[in-house]
């Protein structure tokens, strides 16, 4: 069973549209986030989840908005989407407290936006 | 301002060979660095975690050592193999803050 699932894999999209990224883990873990690769390769946290509560928040543009249903399940909405967009966003989850924060990463959603 | 570098350069070696990725940061007191192996299309993998009080590390074929005077991590593959091809990251988490991941070494290991 995989860990921790993102779907879709791939999204491409004209800009000024609306879509979503959804992940979900069965890690049993109390934190979630979200991370953005760009063409270079740096990953840079945007979100972060714990138990349901935003704890982090990044200069991010308000476009984007987060939801957390449950502690399992961690959704990236984005608005308006913009050609600087187009990246790879990667969901992830930690143990709070343990493993000193280890990341367990989803496979990622390579983002195209034309 | 505070910054993590990795080799921006590829890293091309021969199997057999040990491989050494280096990893500098600036103007960070990390309490602990990890490092992450990425394969194309896919997420990073946690591979190795050290300690701000230790000085060395060791998986299998894998070493990291951590030098907080120096500031600078080193990781280390023993007797590489062409599968060891990948991109890897190094992550450094400060106090009460969050994971700052460098932008990745690409290591390519020919038979």
């Known amino acids: 069973d995989t860990a921790v699932s993102q779907t879709p894999k791939y999204l491409v999209t004209q800009m000024g549209n609306d879509k979503s990224i959804k992940c979900e883990q069965n890690?049993?873990?109390?934190?979630m986030y979200w991370y953005k690769q760009d063409s270079k390769k740096f990953l840079k946290i945007m979100f972060s989840?714990?138990?349901?509560?935003?704890?982090i928040n990044e200069t991010v543009p308000n476009r984007f908005s987060p939801k957390s249903p449950d502690k399992a399940h961690l959704n990236l909405h984005i608005n308006s989407l913009e050609l600087g967009d187009s990246a790879v966003y990667f969901c992830?989850?930690?143990?709070?407290?343990?493993?000193?924060?280890?990341?367990?990463f989803g496979a990622g959603t390579r983002l195209s936006v034309l | 301002s505070q910054k993590i570098e990795q080799n921006s350069e590829a890293l091309n070696i021969q199997e057999g060979k040990t491989a050494t990725l280096t990893c500098n940061y600036t103007n960070y007191s990390p309490a602990y660095l990890q490092w992450y192996r990425q394969d194309p299309g896919r997420g990073p993998v946690f591979l190795l975690l050290i300690r701000e009080n230790e000085k060395e590390k060791r998986k299998e074929r894998l070493k990291v050592t951590f030098d907080t005077t120096l500031k600078q991590s080193l990781f280390h593959i023993t007797a590489s193999q062409p599968a060891d091809s990948a991109t890897y990251l190094c992550?450094?988490?400060?106090?009460?803050?969050?994971?700052?991941f460098g932008q990745g070494t690409e290591l390519s290991v020919k038979p």
């Open positions: 992830a989850s930690s143990q709070d407290g343990k493993d000193y924060n280890i990341q367990y």
């Open positions: 989840y714990n138990n349901k509560e935003l704890i």
């Open positions: 992550a450094l988490y400060k106090r009460g803050g969050k994971l700052i």
């Open positions: 890690l049993g873990h109390d934190t």
